[in-house]
């Protein structure tokens, strides 16, 4: 594990507050979106005096909470917070303005925020009213926390994460006829079914393609209790020919946003969206682009092997997150993804990043080495 030089430099007790800001940002994982999850801390040299996190998107940010409960005790304390202090007006008025008012003698923030609005203007607003910045401790796990937030702003694209269950012969469908008794075949355990909800409640959107709505019907909702309230992520569904049809599960209780190509005929899906065609099926490029305009920051890719493959072709996807199951399918079942002949050039593209028991499967969790 690299070391944090200027994580390494902090006194003791600055580091414990940051850390305790971090996982104070933690608790707003699956309710923030779009905006990026932050804690924040107000202490003394006597200890904290309050603390906070953002919840929801048009709620007061983690500074703003932070200081109501320091009150008056906050002036001439330090502020740690986990991302740069906001410096303009959105949803909510700016952060950096509140800190100042507050009379904090010093702020030590993590990282600076991307947001082209922001982008150092509130550390530039704090210094200039004779506070004491410091930035750059724990920046990779504030970042970590938030990677579809850095990612839209950075490289003006989502997060992509590619989720898939597959046998020991990575196996992940079987072709052919359903089973007799009807029904979908489940690969992995219900433990693994769900933490796939965790992953879902923590994306923007999950997107899928034609073929997994017209096989299984899925609904690709949240139904995991993870708090009192629960956000869900925009469904996606790519489908070039408009084959799906209205009254699919996907599209009911808020419906569901459709990418066909631009000559495919009128259906009656609410929700169409046109792009360009690409080779076996839809300009991706130009997918991802509209995405990343409606503010989705972490897109979860729930498909078939074949749309798979294309993500990963076009090395789209950041991250996979694969559920190993202790069994076999044989070569009748369909293979993890379908790469065409050149997949060699994926070789040495992702590396392993978390390796764990999920019930009775193994989860795997990758990422992209270019990231």
């Excluded at 007006?89 to 947001?115: E, I, Y």
């Excluded at 969206?273 to 682009?289: K, Y």
């Amino acid at each position: 594990m690299s070391v944090d030089p200027a994580a390494a430099n902090l006194h003791q007790q600055d580091a414990a507050h940051l850390r305790r800001a971090l996982m104070l940002a933690e608790r707003g994982l699956y309710t923030t979106d779009p905006n990026p999850r932050v804690g924040c801390v107000i202490a003394d040299r006597h200890g904290i005096l309050g603390e906070g996190w953002h919840v929801r998107a048009g709620e007061p940010h983690a500074e703003v909470l932070a200081l109501r409960a320091a009150g008056e005790s906050a002036r001439g304390a330090d502020a740690y917070v986990t991302l740069e202090p906001c410096s303009h007006t959105g949803r909510t008025p700016p952060c950096a303005d509140a800190l100042v008012a507050a009379g904090v003698a010093r702020v030590w923030c993590c990282t600076a925020d991307p947001n082209p609005k922001v982008a150092g203007s509130g550390i530039a607003r704090l210094r200039a009213a004779g506070i004491e910045v410091t930035v750059g401790a724990f920046g990779a796990q504030a970042r970590a926390l938030n990677p579809g937030f850095f990612s839209r702003f950075e490289r003006h694209r989502p997060y992509v994460r590619l989720k898939m269950a597959m046998s020991l012969d990575a196996r992940t469908a079987r072709v052919g006829p359903a089973p007799a008794a009807g029904g979908q075949v489940w690969i992995s355990g219900d433990a693994s079914r769900a933490d796939v909800q965790t992953w879902r409640a923590r994306s923007s959107a999950v997107l899928t393609g034609s073929g997994t709505v017209l096989c299984d019907d899925p609904k690709l909702n949240v139904r995991l209790k993870l708090g009192p309230w629960v956000r869900q992520p925009l469904r996606v569904v790519l489908d070039t020919e408009l084959r799906c049809r209205p009254g699919a599960q996907i599209f009911q209780n808020g419906g569901a946003l459709t990418f066909a190509a631009l000559d495919a005929p009128e259906s009656g899906a609410l929700n169409v969206e046109r792009v360009a065609r690409a080779a076996g099926g839809l300009d991706l490029d130009a997918v991802i682009a509209r995405l990343a305009a409606l503010e989705i920051n972490e897109l979860l890719l729930e498909c078939g092997a074949r749309l798979a493959g294309a993500f990963l072709a076009k090395g789209l996807v950041d991250e996979m997150v694969l559920y190993v199951a202790p069994g076999l399918m044989g070569e009748n079942a369909a293979p993890l993804a379908y790469l065409g002949a050149d997949a060699s050039a994926l070789a040495g593209r992702f590396e392993f990043s978390d390796v764990r028991l999920v019930g009775d499967d193994v989860r795997l969790v990758l990422t992209s080495r270019k990231n």
